[in-house]
């Protein structure tokens, strides 16, 4: 960089949030020699540069000086954003090791066998990738039935086991398919023992991809638990809820004490009443694994909605999803057939991705409130774009992902901020959208790789939102004033800056009430500009049709949307879907705006005069010591936020 571009570099203020400088730390900055556990961490402007550099040397996206220096621009003003996998990831060791994996947010998988859609989610959890997985009936009834004289796997800790597993992420998962194996494969032991004794002791660094390890302890409870469930099906076929309760567990060992994030996303048949009461706690007995996944329904057709859907709306369960498939299929924005995505299996685990069996794709994000004009808007996208672009033609070390994502080249380039927007902003985006779509055109064409399937999207940008402190994607604020919590390992040294800081920490809580020693949840006092969009001035119909107007306005992919809502709001949104669901909204979640029944919930709406009070106590956090800053990668995970 010329020593005048780097002048201009340095005269850009990061417009941070109240909390976006600690969320940037925690989330995206690591330590200037991975090898040295007291080395400084990266300051913003670091992260910046070796995004830009990793762009440069890794990806090979051919950018000019100045396209550079406007790129890191962009990315430090907070105008556009590659994704959180790529703020962590790209520019490292990791990159050159694991290719497309260590740069992909979502990806998607059919359970219609019984080991390979286990062995691979687990794989791209521990990656850091969101997944979604399809268990409906049609595909898991494809399962064979579970041995007669399945027993599965049994802890032996001594040299003299059947399987020492090794500490790497491809041991934990040879131990799942060893398990899966025993339930499933006549050539297979049906019972077997395994040793941890290779396994990284608890706080023991992680090196590359970054992070400390848990221990053994979380696997070998995860695969006792998994042993369980297939145990209760010996001589019988998995049913959909067995499946949700494996990948479940599976995304349970990936949280590794807090050492990742898990997201997922179950998606099964609207009539399949053990799924859809599987999230009920007014049932009781729901095991704590399942609070890993968002749950959502697979439904083409609004009319043949049962009303059982709608009983956990009402405060006593998690409200499901929709997931219109037959929609996602046919069209991009709406109305638009020129892109049709015959393939398309389900969803990431916020349901802003279109995705086909074993895919993956990368995503950005632009702050359209900090646009200044159409002409940079198009510039900040052409710019993420390449950048997706690129990404998208690494190699994988899964083949059948790697032909997947090469072919349809799928990516989403979002909008956050968008109800902070002004409606100037806001009309910019169906042009900018028919651009982009003839610069892949043509750029995709003189490299000779194929356009890609689908280019833009509107995902929730919980925490990428948090750094300038926009509203995420196209939600409303939640309220004027508010509890933003967040989510820390309990081993963090930023727990105790935290708590310095003024802020309330405590352990995190299950479903069944008891505390998580390994997550602690950290209070934020939150307030966003005056004249913000609300929620409380949003019926849940202005919501939805928010949605509307931006599936058919910039995405092609999904609009990725937690719409809050009253229970006296039920049957009004009722009627509103029965005329415009079906030919409108490839996916949809819901959440009460208030007596929801979470405890801990991310945002909990507070007075001014509550808020004033806990910021009279709190002291704003501007920096961390290296001592102070473990690399949490909750980043990397893509988890949905919002919901």
């Not at 349970?252 to 009443?273: C, E, L, P, T």
Request: aromatic share 8%; net charge neutral.
């Amino acid at each position: 960089m010329h020593q005048s571009e780097q002048d201009d570099k340095n005269k850009i203020i990061t417009p941070w949030s109240t909390v976006g400088y600690l969320v940037a730390k925690r989330t995206y900055a690591r330590r200037l020699n991975e090898n040295d556990p007291n080395s400084p961490t990266e300051e913003w402007e670091d992260v910046i540069d070796r995004v830009v550099r990793g762009a440069r040397e890794q990806l090979n996206c051919g950018f000019s000086d100045v396209e550079e220096a406007r790129l890191a621009g962009y990315l430090l003003s907070l105008k556009g954003s590659v994704a959180g996998r790529f703020l962590w990831q790209l520019g490292t060791s990791t990159v050159g090791r694991l290719g497309l994996a260590s740069l992909q947010n979502c990806a998607c998988v059919c359970v219609d066998e019984p080991i390979r859609p286990f062995t691979w989610a687990m794989d791209m959890l521990m990656l850091g990738c969101g997944v979604g997985f399809n268990i409906q009936r049609e595909y898991v009834y494809k399962l064979p039935k579970v041995r007669e004289e399945f027993v599965g796997a049994i802890r032996q800790d001594s040299a003299s086991a059947d399987f020492i597993v090794p500490d790497t992420r491809e041991g934990w998962i040879k131990l799942l398919e060893y398990t899966l194996r025993a339930a499933f494969d006549r050539g297979a032991k049906a019972k077997f023992t395994y040793s941890t004794q290779l396994v990284r002791g608890a706080g023991a660094p992680i090196r590359g991809f970054g992070g400390t390890s848990s221990g053994p302890e979380i696997l070998c409870e995860g695969i006792g638990n998994i042993n369980k469930v297939i145990a209760q099906r010996v001589g019988k076929q998995l049913r959909p809820i067995d499946c949700l309760d494996i990948m479940n567990i599976v995304g349970s060992i990936v949280v590794a004490g807090n050492v990742r994030r898990s997201a997922q996303i179950a998606i099964g048949d609207m009539d399949d009443f053990q799924y859809i009461r599987s999230k009920r706690w007014d049932l009781g007995n729901i095991p704590n694994w399942r609070s890993n996944s968002n749950n959502s329904v697979v439904c083409n057709d609004f009319s043949l909605l049962p009303e059982e859907i709608w009983k956990g709306y009402m405060g006593n369960g998690e409200p499901f999803g929709l997931i219109n498939l037959r929609l996602a299929r046919k069209e991009g924005r709406t109305g638009d057939r020129n892109y049709p995505d015959k393939e398309v299996i389900g969803f990431n685990p916020c349901a802003e991705q279109s995705l086909a069996n074993y895919e993956t794709c990368c995503l950005a994000e632009i702050f359209l409130p900090n646009i200044s004009s159409k002409s940079e808007l198009l510039d900040v996208a052409t710019l993420l774009y390449r950048i997706c672009k690129h990404s998208l033609n690494l190699p994988c070390h899964n083949k059948e992902t790697e032909a997947i994502v090469h072919k349809n080249q799928r990516m989403g380039i979002g909008i956050t901020g968008y109800l902070q927007a002004t409606d100037e902003q806001r009309s910019w985006l169906s042009g900018c959208y028919a651009q982009l779509r003839a610069f892949d055109e043509s750029y995709s064409s003189a490299r000779g790789w194929p356009k890609s399937i689908k280019l833009t999207t509107v995902k929730p940008s919980g925490t990428l939102s948090l750094l300038p402190g926009v509203t995420p994607g196209c939600h409303p604020a939640y309220s004027q004033h508010l509890i933003r919590r967040i989510r820390l390992a309990s081993s963090s040294p930023l727990v105790s800056t935290i708590r310095d800081s003024g802020i309330r920490v405590e352990y995190a809580r299950g479903f069944d009430g008891t505390d998580d020693k390994a997550t602690v949840v950290a209070e934020f006092p939150f307030s966003y500009p005056k004249g913000t969009k609300l929620a409380k001035d949003m019926s849940a119909v202005d919501q939805l049709d928010v949605v509307r107007r931006l599936q058919a306005e910039w995405s092609d992919n999904a609009v990725s949307c937690t719409v809050y809502y009253r229970k006296e709001e039920l049957d009004e949104i009722k009627e509103y879907l029965k005329k415009h669901y079906n030919n409108s909204f490839k996916s949809l979640s819901f959440l009460l705006h208030s007596e929801h029944g979470f405890e801990q919930a991310p945002l909990e709406e507070i007075t001014e005069e509550e808020y004033n009070k806990l910021m009279k106590k709190t002291k704003l956090i501007t920096s961390v010591s290296s001592a102070e800053f473990d690399s949490d990668d909750e980043c990397i995970s893509g988890i949905c936020p919002v919901k």
